[in-house]
């Protein structure tokens, strides 16, 4: 029974050492499956989302007003000379608040109570805006009204105004802070208003008196009720909570009001002066409310038609239907047939990186145009500056509605174009920065020449960003399955936005809505799901060229060690040389030192050399090993003697001998060694990433590094990254193990 239970205790000992050992292992490939928003959730959790077959996922309107603008930080100018030039909106733009979708199928369910409108009566809305300007005091909502934009213009930014999240007139704590703000400035001002009381006639003074305490105690009890408003659930106040502090307001303001003072003393200064620094202000405050709720429910009275579904279903298309999509999409472009034939051809190859691909090439093709023209000693870098000043040269005359496709038409010569821009110069700094680098550019090749050569280049411009836009849009268009008639085409960008193209109906309508997604997966996607991770951490970085590099310099260092070792390992275990011991010791001695102290003068030595950024930096420091050399001496040393002198007889050489015999009878200790070497060489960091600077010759632990920056870690790819990176390792030592324990048990180490 006693010696039971002792093995029983050193099975659960050894079971539990095994545990905690496998434990950070385990918890790294479980990270690896999960979803971003998975891996800082606490209680931290074994399971992911990633394995369900389908998840509801959070979504909701898109901060982007008036379909897919986004009106923060633009100025009522700016904003209405975007609506002129962009013209009507049509794109509703919601966002995923959840983790992102790559594939599957999608089911939007849109509210029940939903309604819209269609179509808004012009006199009826024109009607509404003269009664609201005639009584709102919001003077940015005058300016609105009075640019006479078009009713859903005027909705989007209305509500953009005032219930915007970061900074809308109702945004709680906003809102809630001024009004406070207002009432207790209010109760100051109430107190010299108190000892202004010797101005008032004196029969009347007892009243004055009594309404200043009055109001004092009246904006007092506001303060009150209305600061509990300051903390709710959402960052704009609630339809609820505006109705109750509307209430609020409308009946103490009433008591408030001059109109409870007698007639007689109403024309004293003392009280107007009262009714401009106390009651107004606090007025203002209830006329943001009072604006909103006649303007929402006009909003909201119009919206009188119903859809005929209530869910939109959509998925991600195949490969073939997106390639479909984007040709499609490319056949509706206007491009000369020479760069229609170059983007299909590019097409046909793949469909990634398509823009970058066709620009690459149309610079080649501008190049063998005007390459023989181009006096400049570096032509890529010539062509690459005048296509960045063109770019912005187009832009900024954009900003003016000039077209410089259209101006160089009419241009034969430099002098004729930098005299005609001359004025545009002068009315914008950008342009005259621009045409100040192309004046510099224009001296490496001939007035005709170099006209000709920007209006390629403006041509090429202009193809490119149709070809960008069509590409973006064609490549993230999603296959409705089902919606209601006013959805004409959903895409999905980045896995995060959707944005759903209306046909009839403005989306200011729709926004003020809930809505809710669902996501359905097959088990082919369920798959995909769960090494969404590993795709995404491999295609982040060129993991296939660190792999090789690892590969390769972890298997020539091992190999080159093995040898240096082995010869190493035989000379101090079967020769004899003065001084050998006293040598070997110096040998041990060095393990000593540790690795970090070596780091600089290695470094200044490999400088020295020309080696930074090349293979041998990687190698040729650490192809010997003392430690390797000390392991396979002691092994060695086992060997009987007996055998290096029937070797002698028989005439064999040191080297015959040492290949022939003493490596045969030593495999497990190599091994080991290699072994050993193998996993530090391709776990290699630091001197890595300090004697290489380009991807090209950085290995993969360095290439781990990429997915953490300043911004924080994405922790979920960078353990799908560490697993794939220590897979090999992994595999190896399940192949090698035996030889590893007989190795290191042959050697005596304990």
């Known amino acids: 029974m006693r010696k039971f239970v002792l093995k029983l205790l050193i099975y659960v000992l050894v079971t539990a050492g095994a545990t905690l050992t496998l434990l950070p292992f385990l918890w790294m490939v479980s990270t690896s499956f999960k979803m971003p928003s998975e891996v800082e959730k606490w209680p931290p959790r074994w399971g992911s989302k990633s394995f369900l077959g389908s998840r509801d996922v959070k979504i909701a309107i898109s901060t982007r007003s008036a379909g897919g603008v986004d009106w923060k930080g633009l100025s009522l100018r700016e904003a209405l000379t ?129 309404f200043i305490r009055n109001s004092r105690r009246v904006m007092t009890n506001l303060i009150s009720a209305v600061t509990p408003y300051k903390a709710g659930v959402s960052p704009i106040l609630e339809e609820e909570e505006i109705t109750q502090l509307a209430g609020i307001l409308n009946s103490n303001l009433k008591q408030l009001s001059i109109e409870s003072l007698p007639q007689e003393i109403a024309e004293n200064p003392v009280v107007k002066l009262y009714s401009q620094r106390v009651f107004d202000p606090a007025e203002r405050s209830l006329g943001i409310i009072n604006t909103y709720q006649k303007v929402f429910s006009f ?35 206007d491009l000369d047939s020479s760069v229609r034939d170059i983007v299909f051809q590019k097409l046909q190859e793949d469909s990634e990186n398509l823009s970058e691909r066709i620009e690459v090439h149309l610079d080649e093709e501008i190049l063998n145009q005007f390459g023989a023209k181009i006096s400049a000693e570096n032509k890529r870098i010539y062509l690459s500056q005048v296509k960045q000043n063109v770019t912005s040269l187009m832009n900024a005359l954009a900003n003016l509605d000039v077209d410089l496709s259209v101006l160089l038409e009419s241009i034969d010569s430099t002098t004729d174009f930098f005299s005609l821009l001359k004025d545009f110069s002068e009315k914008s700094q950008a342009i005259n920065v621009v045409l100040s680098k192309l004046r510099t550019s224009s001296s490496s090749m001939t007035e005709r020449d170099f006209i000709e050569f920007m209006r390629t280049i403006c041509s090429m411009i202009s193809d490119i960003d149709s070809i960008r836009k069509a590409y973006a849009k064609a490549s993230s268009s999603m296959v409705v399955l089902q919606a209601p008639f006013f959805v004409k085409e959903l895409n999905m960008k980045q896995g ?91 040998f041990l001695a060095t393990m000593m030192i540790p690795g970090e102290v070596l780091l600089v003068p290695n470094f200044i030595t490999v400088t020295k050399f020309g080696w930074i950024d090349t293979y041998y930096a990687l ?45 045969p009878l030593s495999k497990p200790v190599i091994i080991t060694g290699a072994l050993l070497k193998f996993v530090g060489s391709w776990n290699a960091f630091l001197w890595v990433l300090i004697v290489t600077n380009k991807d090209q010759y950085r290995t993969l632990p360095v290439g781990l590094q990429n997915f953490s920056s300043e911004v924080g870690t994405v922790y979920n790819q960078l353990m799908a990254a560490a697993t794939f990176s220590i897979l090999p390792i992994l595999i190896l030592f399940l192949f090698t193990q035996k030889y590893f324990i007989r190795g290191i048990a042959r050697t005596g180490i304990k």
């Not at 609506?83 to 599957?104: A, H, M, Q, T």
């Not at 009188?304 to 984007?326: G, M, V, W």
């Not at 390797?628 to 028989?650: G, K, M, N, V, W």
Request: hydrophobic share 40%; net charge negative; proline share 4%.
């Open 82 to 210: 975007l609506v002129r030039s962009e013209g009507e909106f049509n794109v509703l733009s919601l966002k995923i608040d959840d983790d992102p979708l790559y594939r599957g199928e999608m089911t939007i369910y849109l509210p029940q109570d939903l309604s819209f409108c269609s179509h808004l009566s012009k006199e009826k809305f024109n009607s509404f805006v003269r009664q609201l300007r005639e009584t709102t005091k919001d003077e940015e909502l005058r300016k609105i009204i009075d640019s006479e934009i078009s009713p859903e213009r005027f909705f989007s930014q209305f509500l953009f105004r005032y219930t915007n999240p970061s900074q809308g007139l109702l945004e709680r704590r906003r809102y809630i802070s001024s009004l406070s703000e207002t009432l207790n400035g209010g109760i100051e001002q109430l107190q010299m208003f108190e000892r202004y009381a010797y101005r008032i006639p004196e029969e009347y003074r007892e009243d004055y008196i009594e």
């Open 299 to 333: 909003f909201k009275s119009v919206q009188t038609e119903e859809p005929d579904i209530y869910e939109i279903k959509f998925r991600f298309p195949s490969k073939e239907e997106r390639i479909q999509k984007i040709e499609k999409a490319f056949a509706e472009l």
């Open 496 to 586: 995060q936005n959707i944005d759903i193209t209306l046909d009839n109906v403005d989306p200011v309508y729709l926004e003020d809505e809930n809505y809710t997604l669902k996501a359905s997966f097959n088990s082919i996607e369920i798959l995909a799901n769960i090494f969404q991770n590993y795709v995404l951490a491999w295609k982040s970085a060129p993991f296939a060229r660190y792999y090789l590099n690892t590969a390769f310099v972890a298997t020539t260092t091992t190999v080159l060690e093995v040898i240096i070792a082995s010869m190493a390992a035989y000379a101090f275990s079967f020769m004899r040389f003065p001084a050998r011991n006293a040598i070997f010791g110096i």
């Open 619 to 663: 190698i040729v420091p650490w192809i010997v090993s003392v430690f390797a050399i000390f392991l396979i001496r002691q092994h060695f040393l086992t060997l009987p003697s007996e055998l290096r002198d029937a070797a002698y007889l028989d005439g064999c050489s040191h080297w015959r001998f040492l290949w022939t015999i003493v490596a």
